[in-house]
């Protein structure tokens, strides 16, 4: 029986030495923890994000990890249960008010399990949050414009940042969503 | 949206509004908070008749496992609860992880749960002075069981316990120097103390572990005049003793309501939610008054340098503010 690619398999390791490569430069995560100031003071609290990881073999403790690098970058982080259904990720991105959702995904799901979450938001009228696909941009967005991170409708974004740049271009986008 | 398009959509019990509305409830943006007290005076005669349990204990108790199979075994009997879990924020960063649900698992996804964790700083310092108003959203929408869920040992479970009608410390067996490490602040907080994982072949600490904690609570002075803190076992895992524990809090309700030592309780509360908001605002006047915040930093470069005792400096920074 085939392997189920796991999340290690489908997201660049080095995604992670990117995260905390920016975490551990002292310039950029001032960068970026200044821009989270802006934001709080646009709309009263913090950037808040859910990580949540569907791939089947999905590592909790990898999840941590990466949820511990947003909240020393100031975000709010919920971390969402493991293999959780679109529409189980899309309740709980409703009930804590997320502004984003980032998603790992078997690289041969992403398309599917991406459409139905969208669509999962759409049927809770909470179209305001917007979803982000964790590591390298899937074949079927990269013809987005990569530049400012936003796919198709705005409604899908790649979360791969390489440097306080990409991180603050993330918040420009949630800023203008909201 | 104006503040009746919340107070409607609190009370149809819908569950995008009612999410919105915690977060207006919590955001430091004066417009929001603004809104959010509109919605609060609106919800406010709709709210008052749901049990408000405070749910505390140190790391590695269980309390998220716990929650999960209490609040499970309490929609399953046919109630609405809501979880507000308080988490911890860095103090660095201000950032949180907020992982509550995923050992929330079932009751996170329940037609009839609704959990929002909170960070307990976030952007003025302390979300945890929210979670009055949070719970009146919440009780506003029908929700009847309010568990509020706080980290650890600290400043927050004095404040949660000011806030429930009912709080229960969860504690572990097994450990020889509980009772030293165990803050008699907490003890005293206490409606009611559970040894959880009470399970396998812990049941037999855990029946020691009872009978150390009951001795020690016989040396402390009652709070009430009718309930008497007991001690108890449970086990998350199995379920084993939760049915006793809501019992026993019903009971607790049922003797306080008698009395009249709830509606005592809830009025002393409300006071206490009074000058809570007024110390908050006081605060906050002194941090925006423009005599202030031209002298801040000089004050603080200069209790920096130790060129100002810190006492000097605070005496200095309020005079500023009071003139």
Not at chain 2, 149 to 161: D, F, K, R
Request: glycine share 8%.
């Amino acid at each position: 029986m085939k392997k189920e690619p796991d999340i290690h398999e489908h997201n660049d390791v080095r995604l992670f030495d990117d995260l905390s490569a920016i975490t551990r430069d002292g310039p950029q995560l001032d960068l970026i923890q200044r821009r989270v100031q802006q934001f709080i003071l646009s709309f009263g609290r913090r950037p808040r994000i859910l990580v949540c990881p569907t791939a089947p073999g999905a590592r909790k403790q990898t999840v941590n990890h990466i949820g511990s690098i947003l909240a020393q970058w100031g975000f709010d982080a919920d971390i969402g249960p493991i293999e959780k259904s679109p529409e189980q990720i899309a309740r709980m991105a409703l009930e804590n008010d997320v502004h984003i959702i980032v998603i790992f995904c078997s690289k041969n799901l992403i398309h599917q399990e991406t459409t139905e979450l969208l669509s999962a938001l759409k049927n809770l009228d909470a179209t305001d949050i917007l979803v982000a696909v964790f590591g390298p941009a899937p074949e079927f967005v990269k013809d987005s414009d990569s530049r400012s991170n936003r796919v198709g409708k705005a409604d899908l974004m790649v979360f791969n940042p390489k440097s306080a740049k990409d991180v603050i271009l993330m918040l420009d986008n949630l800023t203008r969503k909201n | 949206m104006d503040a009746q398009f919340y107070i409607d959509g609190v009370l149809e019990q819908k569950r995008a509004v009612i999410a919105k509305s915690i977060t207006l409830v919590e955001s430091s943006l004066p417009a929001h908070q603004e809104t959010a007290q509109t919605i609060i005076d609106g919800l406010l005669p709709h709210s008052g008749d749901a049990m408000r349990i405070g749910i505390t204990g140190v790391p590695g108790v269980g309390k998220s496992t716990f929650i999960e199979s209490f609040g499970m075994m309490l929609v399953a009997q046919g109630h609405n609860v809501a979880v507000l879990a308080v988490d911890p924020s860095s103090s660095r960063s201000g950032g949180s992880v907020l992982g509550d649900k995923t050992r929330m698992e079932k009751l996170s996804m329940h037609a009839n749960a609704f959990i929002r964790p909170s960070p307990t700083s976030g952007t003025l310092g302390g979300v945890a002075k929210k979670t009055r108003e949070t719970m009146i959203v919440c009780e506003a929408a029908g929700y009847d069981v309010i568990l509020v869920e706080t980290v650890g040992v600290g400043q927050s479970e004095t404040s949660v316990a000011s806030m429930v009608d009912f709080f229960l410390v969860l504690m572990l067996a097994g450990a020889g120097d509980e009772l030293q490490g165990i803050k008699k602040g907490i003890l005293e907080l206490a409606d009611a103390i559970a040894i959880n994982k009470a399970d396998g072949n812990n049941i037999d600490r855990a029946m020691e572990a009872r009978n150390e904690y009951a001795s020690a609570l016989n040396l402390m002075e009652s709070k009430s005049l009718v309930w008497d803190v007991p001690v108890l076992t449970c086990s998350a895992l199995t379920k084993d003793g939760l049915d006793n524990i809501w019992a026993t809090i019903r009971e607790h309700r049922q003797k306080l309501s008698d009395a009249g030592e709830l509606t005592e309780k809830r009025q002393s509360q409300a006071i206490d939610w009074m000058w809570s908001l007024v110390e908050e605002g006081l605060k906050d006047r002194f941090f925006k008054d423009p005599d202030v915040k031209n002298q801040l930093q000089k004050t603080i470069d200069a209790v920096e340098n130790g060129l100002t005792s810190p006492s000097v400096a605070a005496q200095e920074l309020l005079h500023l503010h009071g003139k």
